[in-house]
């Protein structure tokens, strides 16, 4: 089956570093990845997302790299705010149009 | 959460009792889904439905049960066959590869 797992369960930073919350997937033949932050009691929000055939994407402060070779997905917020505090999980599609997620990283900025 | 809504927010039922969530959506998206979450756990896929009046088991169905008899509405009945029903539990629509999520409704059952 599918496995998509998180290096650190906790991240603190500092306001204003630079966050980087790092993900494992298993499948090599999924093609397409997001990236999700919750907010505590609230539903995912999508943040960005990066297919297959790219290694890198950029967003307002928000930076989604790919690792084919190692299968591994970064994403990096830049200047961290309070209000990033949140769970941030990846999450892959498979072949059959399935999502696999994450267990979440949860961030915590310090002010 | 856009045009995802999901009722009520709190729950609670007694042990043995069945209890149906709500998860309606106006963006029009022909695809629905069940997510349940866990502590500690990524989100577990329950039940999908791609189109009105077809659904399809994810990796999680035993003591869940849906409908999808409208395009906007796609309820999901706990029933008292599910051993661990509290939980929180996510219901999403999907346009092209990309889900949308509702703001979620927490389950509790004593």
């Known amino acids: 089956g599918e496995s998509v797992g998180l290096h650190l369960p906790t991240l603190s930073v500092q306001e204003g570093d630079n966050s980087i919350i790092n993900c494992a997937y298993s499948n090599s033949a999924s093609d397409y990845f997001i990236w999700y932050k919750q907010e505590s009691g609230k539903g995912p929000q999508f943040i960005i997302d990066i297919r297959s055939n790219m290694d890198k994407r950029q967003g307002q402060r928000v930076t989604v790299l790919l690792n084919k070779t190692v299968k591994h997905l970064s994403l990096q917020i830049a200047a961290t705010q309070p209000g990033d505090s949140a769970v941030y999980f990846c999450?892959?599609?498979?072949?059959?149009?399935?999502?696999?997620f994450g267990t979440g990283t949860s961030l915590t900025v310090i002010p | 959460d856009g045009g995802i809504t999901q009722s009520p927010k709190y729950l609670f039922r007694k042990e043995g009792q069945n209890v149906t969530l709500s998860c309606e959506q106006n963006?029009?998206?022909?695809?629905m889904y069940w997510y349940r979450q866990d502590p500690g756990q990524g989100l577990r896929l329950i039940y999908y439905s791609q189109i009105v009046n077809d659904f399809q088991k994810g990796d999680i169905a035993e003591g869940y049960s849906v409908s999808r008899e409208k395009k906007e509405s796609f309820p999901l009945t706990v029933t008292s066959a599910q051993k661990n029903p509290t939980a929180f539990y996510l219901c999403a629509t999907g346009f092209g590869y990309e889900q949308y999520f509702g703001p979620g409704t927490r389950l509790t059952v004593t």
């Open positions: 999450a892959e599609m498979n072949t059959g149009n399935q999502f696999y």
């Open positions: 963006l029009n998206h022909d695809a």
